[in-house]
């Protein structure tokens, strides 16, 4: 009788527990999801960010996600590697599959398709928004609506952008739009779109009356920066358009009842750390926090139907706040200096190098002390002389005549051009930051979450469990 009793028990436990889980499960509701990704934004970038606001910005103002009630990690590793790459970490976070190095949207060994989470909300009749700092087609927005074995096969990837029907896109533009990189001669993105009901427009103003008009809208900036880039905010005044500007439009096309997904990336992180630039980091990373600051605005005029999450698809750099140069003491605040990207003044200074007659090395050093503070005066940013040596042999090298410097973005780029690049890493090393490296790392990323359905997001995390999450919260499982 004892036993029976038990048995009795433990089943009205059991099921007093299933019935508070699917209680859990109907009070979730979710109708609108904000995936931002900080491409290579490991958490010491993060966190070297917060302390540059709080002791040299001095604005009491945090970083937009940093205080999210749900904080935890994810690993990134690729199908084939450990450490991975964009493509197949933005697949792992659009489709919840690993994948190989390079891969968009197909398995590892390319035999099979993986279906994003934007295509699979879509088909469920919300709206879909991809916003980048980058191009449109670049590795991590082309993982949610793209099929390629390769990333770099960009004209095809944008081919993949018409197939998606996908409402709103946003970014810096193409990087080959009219298949200049093919053999063959082919048809423009631009006219495959006009006959799939896409309109393209360089005005951001226009897209309010283009909505009703057209099936899907395609924003790229008037002004790209290179590789069809938004500038980087160190570089940019008050006239360009920012990654906040794009977001603020894209919830106010994509906002209806049924409810939409918008991937948000701040994929210049990753540029800049590849080029072991702090300052221009930390302000992506600030550029970053102010477009997930116009989705907690949306949040807080819909607390119950919202879900916001913030992570990253790798780190790149092998970051840190703190080097053996300088051990426990950190400079922040010698970052301010800094007033352009490492990448701009490299085509300062080759526009210097290239001059008849030369500049001298006096006139270089004033150019230096000009963009980042750096002068053999300043007791916090005097150069030592063994700086001033490494200098003038960077200045050799770069004032060689008939020399063939290569600017390009500093993105995956080593520049030949020694000058300004020496100065970037002088600055770095002054200010207490450490790079062990210009390429991805396996480092976990953190994951950061606001809103309905954030109580899923426990623990040890996988990128794939990510998309896995957001599926269920909305309704597709």
């Known amino acids: 009788m004892k036993r029976i009793l038990f048995l009795i028990a433990a089943s009205l436990i059991i099921m007093a527990g299933c019935h508070q889980h699917n209680s859990e499960n109907k009070s979730i509701k979710v109708k609108y999801v904000f995936l931002f990704i900080g491409d290579g934004m490991g958490l ?91 191009s449109i087609d670049h590795a991590t927005p082309a993982a949610f609506f793209a099929h390629q074995g390769s990333r770099g096969s960009s004209y095809d990837i944008a081919k993949d952008l018409i197939k998606s029907k996908f409402d709103f896109f946003a970014s810096g533009g193409f990087l080959d739009p009219f298949g200049k990189k093919l053999k063959d001669s082919v048809e423009s993105i631009y006219s495959l779109g006009n006959k799939n009901s896409f309109v393209f427009t360089t005005n951001l103003a226009s897209i309010d009356s283009l909505k009703s008009k057209y099936h899907s809208l395609v924003y790229s900036i008037p002004n790209p920066a290179p590789e069809s880039s938004i500038k980087y905010r160190i570089d940019q005044d008050s006239t360009d358009i920012t990654l906040a500007d794009l977001t603020q439009k894209a919830i106010q096309t994509l906002n209806n009842p049924k409810g939409f997904f918008m991937m948000v990336e701040g994929g210049k ?191 040890r995390l996988d990128n794939t469990d990510i998309p896995k999450i957001i599926g269920r919260v909305i309704g597709l499982q």
């Open 44 to 134: 010491q970038q993060v966190n070297a960010t917060q302390v540059y606001i709080d002791s040299v910005l001095k604005n009491h103002q945090n970083l937009s996600f940093i205080d999210f009630p749900v904080q935890t990690f994810a690993t990134t590793y690729a199908a084939n590697q450990y450490i991975t790459c964009s493509a197949a970490a933005g697949t792992a976070l659009s489709t919840g599959s690993k994948t190989s190095i390079g891969t968009l949207g197909l398995n590892y060994n390319h035999t099979d398709s993986l279906f994003s989470i934007a295509k699979k909300i879509k088909g469920k009749g919300f709206k879909v928004g991809l916003l980048t700092t980058v």
């Open 269 to 459: 992180i990753d540029w800049a750390c590849h080029a072991n630039d702090a300052a221009t980091a930390l302000n992506e990373v600030i550029d970053f926090s102010n477009a997930v600051s116009q989705a907690v605005d949306f949040y807080n005029a819909h607390p119950n139907e919202t879900l916001i999450i913030v992570t990253a698809d790798h780190e790149t750099g092998g970051f840190s706040l703190g080097n053996k140069d300088n051990k426990y003491s950190i400079k922040l605040s010698l970052l301010k200096n800094q007033k352009i990207s490492k990448e701009q003044f490299q085509i300062l200074a080759k526009n210097y190098f290239s001059r008849v007659p030369k500049p001298s090395f006096k006139e270089m050093l004033n150019l230096v002390k000009e963009k980042t503070g750096l002068d053999n005066e300043n007791l916090s940013l005097g150069l030592t002389d063994n700086e001033i040596k490494k200098l003038n042999e960077a200045y050799i090298n770069s004032i060689k005549p008939n020399k063939d410097i290569k600017i390009k973005s500093t993105y995956l780029s080593e520049s030949t051009e020694m000058f300004s690049s020496t100065c970037i890493d002088i600055l770095n090393r002054k200010s207490a930051i450490g790079w062990t490296s210009t390429s991805h790392t396996g480092s976990p990323v953190p994951v950061y979450v606001l809103g309905n359905g954030g109580v899923f997001f426990t623990g």
